[in-house]
């Protein structure tokens, strides 16, 4: 049983839309600040978004800042992806993981982390 479990991935042609979820498994999600990753193959992770704990600051990558939103329902304990205009480059392996946001996010080995879904643009 893995702590967070990512769902919402799949195969969208360009400029669609696909919403993304991270849903907390056997913890109280609000007290701890979440962020999402990626990762295409050949590529390092990328660190894309960031939430903190009631969800009043965010942080977002210049990649993605203006077509990804991240928000969160603490009553679902869950964390949201809303990705938009989505274009071929945005295909990766997406996590997310508990942590600190700042410029970035970071994690430690105390943090938590889901085994990723799927997200592949293409037409």
């Known amino acids: 049983q893995v702590p967070l479990v990512e769902s919402g991935g799949g195969l969208v042609q360009p400029g669609g839309s696909l919403r993304l979820s991270c849903a907390a498994s056997?913890?109280?999600?609000?007290?701890?600040?979440v962020g999402w990753f990626r990762q295409a193959p050949g590529q390092e992770r990328e660190a894309i978004s960031c939430?903190?704990?009631?969800?009043?600051?965010?942080w977002t990558a210049g990649s993605v800042k203006g077509r990804f939103i991240i928000s969160r329902d603490n009553g679902q304990n869950t964390v949201f992806l809303q990705m938009n205009i989505l274009k071929p480059e945005d295909t990766a392996q997406y996590y997310c993981?508990?942590?600190?946001?700042?410029?970035?996010?970071?994690?430690?080995?105390?943090?938590?982390w889901g085994q990723g879904t799927q997200v592949t643009v293409s037409s």
């Open positions: 993981a508990t942590g600190t946001c700042g410029f970035g996010i970071r994690t430690g080995s105390d943090d938590h």
């Open positions: 056997g913890f109280t999600l609000s007290t701890y600040a």
């Open positions: 939430i903190t704990q009631n969800g009043g600051s965010t």
